[in-house]
């Protein structure tokens, strides 16, 4: 059965400007995109957006969803729902599940999990180990979203620490390598020395200073040297240091870049500041850093050295989180909470909705060179989300979509809420409600 529906009188940001008119969508597709489009059947299912704003969906690069192996903590049907609250309308998992993604069987299992289960588009990401270079070598880079490397350990240690498998692993692929980037003996050290002074009791505080702004800047800048080294086309996930962003450029144009950053939700909103009130709820790998770091964040990521926006979405059980500081798993839940809390930097005079985005929807599609989704284009899937930035609501349990029940936003009033979310043409989210509509898809790549 053919499916129609009529955006009219919305307010549509994309490619830079924002402009007022209708979006027609037949099926999946966008099939018009014009002032005013007039209704030429009454089967058309009309949504009028009358002062409220249409983006694209979001495409969120780094999600963990915990799915095999993890799912008392979470999985891809309750995440990808959470997901779709929070306008992302497409997704890249990680490999660090149990059993890792790390051979080409196991990647395939999880597209066949997704498959059945995802409310939302996904992709996978590979991971690298210091021992699978074959596997590696098998992937076909235009099924998959790209290669991950743990250059710190972090959940489900896949640290890759062997300096010439590293070297072969650039030189092979032509996928794109995302990289976690932390210095290992740094932190170490650093661990070591407060352990002794406190025990398996470390304040939470004392984590940015653990997980050093040198540990990031030591493990970017060698991975950095090394892509330029081999010719790779690397990209840097969530860089939390001001000193990190010095070592990208702003120069040319993000499609001609072999390297790249992104920035997370929780390193543009929180500051070390903040874990006195929220203790190990902000407690991530890399770090939440200082006001100063937050602060040449949001400079990188206005003038172009920064990429990307995602949320490294990492979700853990209330009670694994409130374990002492050793114990204390490090991640948070984001996906619902990432656009909402992006617009209210908006509110505030941080970012322009071009901005968010370009820097959420346009940028993820360009970089991992995703068909037909990121924009408003007619012929595009119809990925579409659509906002009401003056509906204040505030975050609490009874509105919270993780399956580990909790969000570090808890009690946050935010200004603007989501009103409706389309997935390949299907309303799929509508008020506070993800509808039982399971039209999400395989992402595909332009390569």
Not at 130 to 151: H, M, P, Q, R, W
Not at 409 to 436: C, M, P, Q, W
Request: proline fraction near 4%; charge should be negative.
């Amino acid at each position: 059965m053919r499916t129609h529906t009529l955006i009219k009188n919305a307010k549509i940001v994309n490619e830079g400007k924002i402009t007022e008119g209708d979006i027609l969508i037949e099926d999946n597709i966008i099939k018009e995109i014009d002032i005013s489009i007039s209704i030429k059947s009454a089967d058309i299912n009309v949504i009028d957006a009358e002062g409220n704003y249409v983006l694209p969906g979001m495409i969120d690069d780094q999600v963990h969803f915990r799915e095999p192996g993890l799912t008392h903590k979470a999985n891809i049907e309750t995440e990808s729902k959470a997901a779709l609250a929070g306008g992302i309308t497409s997704f890249i998992e990680m490999p660090n599940t149990n059993p890792q993604t790390t051979t080409v069987k196991k990647l395939e299992e999880k597209f066949a999990i997704a498959a059945e289960s995802s409310y939302a588009n996904y992709s996978f990401m590979f991971g690298g180990t210091n021992d699978n270079l074959d596997e590696i070598l098998k992937v076909d880079s235009k099924t998959v979203a790209g290669l991950k490397l743990f250059l710190g350990s972090s959940t489900g240690n896949m640290l890759v620490d062997d300096p010439e498998v590293l070297e072969k692993i650039f030189s092979s692929t032509n996928m794109v390598i995302s990289v976690h980037c932390e210095d290992e003996a740094t932190i170490r050290t650093n661990l070591a020395k407060y352990k002794a002074e406190y025990g398996d009791d470390i304040p939470m505080e004392l984590h940015p200073i653990i997980r050093s702004a040198d540990a990031c800047y030591l493990s970017s800048s060698k991975a950095i040297e090394l892509a330029q080294k081999t010719g790779a086309r690397l990209h840097v996930f969530h860089l939390s240091t001001g000193k990190e962003t010095n070592l990208f450029s702003n120069k040319i144009p993000l499609k001609d870049k072999k390297i790249t950053a992104e920035v997370c939700i929780h390193h543009l909103w929180f500051s070390d500041e903040d874990y006195k009130r929220k203790g190990s709820h902000i407690k991530w790998n890399p770090a939440v850093k200082t006001s100063k770091d937050r602060e040449q964040l949001w400079k990188a990521l206005l003038d172009d050295r920064i990429d990307v926006i995602a949320t490294d979405h990492a979700p853990h059980t209330i009670e694994e989180k409130n374990n002492p500081y050793t114990r204390a798993p490090s991640g948070g839940p984001l996906v619902q909470h990432a656009l909402v809390a992006l617009l209210e930097c908006y509110h505030q005079g941080k970012i322009k909705l071009e901005k968010i985005v370009e820097k959420a929807c346009h940028n993820p599609a360009i970089l991992f060179d995703v068909e037909k989704r990121g924009y408003i284009r007619e012929g595009y899937y119809a990925d579409l989300v659509i906002v009401d930035l003056n509906s204040p609501w505030t975050v609490n349990k009874s509105n919270i979509l993780y399956k580990c029940g909790w969000s570090p936003f808890e009690g946050n009033t935010f200004k603007s809420r989501i009103t409706h979310a389309f997935v390949n043409g299907a309303l799929a989210y509508n008020n506070f409600k993800v509808l039982d509509v399971k039209a999400g898809k395989r992402l595909t790549f332009n390569r």
